[in-house]
């Protein structure tokens, strides 16, 4: 009986602790936790858009969300649109990646579609770049190289949760049960080199010609990764791989 009692008692103690660990996974202590990865984004933001940093704020809380929901909505629905990312779960080979890292580079192609009929995209353009190569370059190379840690590779082991960004997850309820709040400083390295990417491409782009190289430059990569998207969702479809 003495053994029983014992046994309850660590169980309560068990699930105690573990209500006490959901209580504190909230945005406001993963924000305060990840304060210096936060002041990393935001002195980025303001370095890539000076003159405009309230527009550059908004356009990175977008693409922020929509990265969000668009990755939600790949686990929804099963799709010519969802395709490589299913098949990027199933299988872990180098084809996986590679057209892991074209499908993330695609989304921009969205908006070159809207700059081409309204003459302009809504939101900062480099931001947009900024945010998308941001996302890629956390997933493929922070997570799925240098596995960081097992964030998102619990999104793997269980699809329906750890979409990220993290406080997004704990935001919309999404997170992993008994996941602790990331620490998300592994961000920061890839902030640096994508900022000072992005600001010599600015430079460049501060000369007429290389103005119109760049942009020329970039909407046939944007194509390209288009492409090869359609090019692999049929590899994928008529089981070449």
């Given at each position: 009986m003495t053994n029983k009692i014992k046994k309850l008692e660590h169980q309560i103690k068990k699930l105690e602790a573990k209500i006490k660990q959901m209580e504190e996974i909230t945005v406001f202590n993963s924000i305060t936790k990840n304060w210096l990865s936060w002041a990393f984004i935001f002195i980025s933001i303001y370095c890539i858009t000076p003159n405009q940093y309230g527009f550059g704020i908004l356009s990175f809380f977008v693409m922020f969300f929509i990265s969000y929901y668009l990755h939600?909505?790949?686990?929804?629905?099963?799709?010519?649109?969802?395709?490589l990312h299913r098949y990027h779960h199933s299988n872990n080979n180098y084809f996986s990646h590679v057209t892991q890292c074209v499908l993330e580079l695609?989304?921009?192609?969205?908006?070159?579609?809207?700059?081409?009929?309204?003459?302009?995209?809504?939101?900062?353009?480099?931001?947009?770049?900024?945010?998308?190569?941001?996302?890629?370059?956390?997933?493929?190379?922070?997570?799925?190289?240098?596995?960081?840690?097992?964030?998102?590779?619990?999104?793997?082991?269980?699809?329906?949760?750890?979409?990220?960004?993290?406080?997004?997850?704990?935001?919309?309820?999404?997170?992993?049960?008994g996941d602790p709040i990331e620490n998300t400083n592994h961000y920061i390295p890839n902030i640096i080199v994508i900022t000072l990417c992005i600001l010599g491409l600015k430079q460049l782009c501060n000369h007429e010609t290389f103005n119109t190289v760049c942009f020329k430059s970039i909407s046939y990569f944007l194509i390209s990764c288009v492409l090869i998207y359609l090019g692999a969702s049929a590899t994928i479809f008529y089981g070449f791989v």
């Open positions: 939600v909505e790949t686990h929804k629905k099963n799709t010519v649109f969802t395709l695609c989304f921009p192609f969205f908006f070159l579609v809207i700059y081409s009929i309204f003459g302009t995209i809504l939101l900062d353009k480099w931001i947009i770049l900024f945010s998308v190569v941001f996302y890629s370059s956390i997933h493929n190379i922070n997570y799925s190289y240098f596995h960081v840690n097992k964030i998102h590779s619990l999104h793997h082991t269980h699809p329906f949760t750890n979409y990220g960004p993290d406080v997004c997850d704990i935001l919309f309820g999404t997170k992993h049960e």
